[in-house]
T-cell receptor, first 115, second 116 residues
Framework: AQKITQTQPGMFVQEKEAVTLDCTYD???????LFWYKQPSSGEMIFLIYQGSYDQQNATEGRYSLNFQKARKSANLVISASQLGDSAMYFC????????????FGRGTSLIVHP | GAVVSQHPSWVICKSGTSVKIECRSLDFQATTMFWYRQFPKQSLMLMATSNEGSKATYEQGVEKDKFLINHASLTLSTLTVTSAHPEDSSFYIC????????????FGPGTRLTVT
């Protein structure tokens, strides 16, 4: 079985500063994918970044980067230069290998960016 | 590309009535779609997997007769909440997996259901 753990229910960050949202995972499958999604108050789920288990380098997408530490089974999201519009819920998710489409979601972290 | 729509975006219904929510993939075909339920400040809970041309697969604890799912075509899945009660009030989101190597989920914008 797969499990995603997000231990930070809420985080605060000052505008323009960087913030790290934690995510640890557990799976026995050697092939898996890790995702981060953003959910603003409107409710839509916005895909941010993806990391494959065999990817050698950490994924980056603009201001988002994923700090992938395979041995520790962690996949933390780093948001650089925070903006007020980054205030939202952030969900870490994992898809196990074997052709499974179904992701497992963490509980989420609520991020508030202060001006 | 890879847009998923949901209709309606919000609905208020009376207790005992049924409500149908549509999920459409607009620019790609989806043989599989997922239906989630989300309570305020909580994570997404997978309710069922909708399969085109076959019966849906429900997660443990989800009432099949209450949450009817029909995957009518390669671009449309519907969720019908039958005999709705106030405790069915929630945010319902559908998604479809992409066909790329990541199998990224493309989410609909969600439907907020309020049962009075």
């Amino acid at each position: 079985a797969q499990k995603i753990t997000q231990t930070q229910p809420g985080m605060f960050v000052q505008e323009k500063e960087a913030v790290t949202l934690d995510c640890t995972y557990d799976t026995s499958d050697p092939s898996y994918g890790l995702f981060w999604y953003k959910q603003p108050s409107s409710g839509e789920m916005i895909f941010l970044i993806y990391q494959g288990s065999y990817d050698q380098q950490n994924a980056t997408e603009g201001r988002y980067s994923l700090n992938f530490q395979k041995a520790r089974k962690s996949a933390n999201l780093v948001i650089s230069a925070s903006q007020l519009g980054d205030s939202a819920m952030y969900f870490c998710a994992m898809r196990a290998g074997g052709g499974s489409y179904i992701p497992t979601f963490g509980r989420g972290t609520s991020l508030i960016v202060h001006p | 590309g890879a847009v998923v729509s949901q209709h309606p975006s919000w609905v208020i219904c009376k207790s005992g009535t049924s409500v149908k929510i549509e999920c459409r993939s607009l620019d790609f075909q989806a043989t599989t779609m997922f239906w989630y339920r989300q309570f305020p400040k909580q994570s997404l809970m997978l309710m069922a997997t909708s399969n085109e041309g076959s019966k849906a697969t429900y997660e443990q604890g989800v009432e099949k007769d209450k949450f009817l799912i029909n995957h009518a075509s390669l671009t449309l899945s519907t969720l019908t909440v039958t005999s709705a009660h106030p405790e069915d009030s929630s945010f319902y989101i559908c998604s479809a997996p992409g066909t790329g190597v990541t199998y990224e989920q493309y989410f609909g914008p969600g439907t907020r259901l309020t049962v009075t």
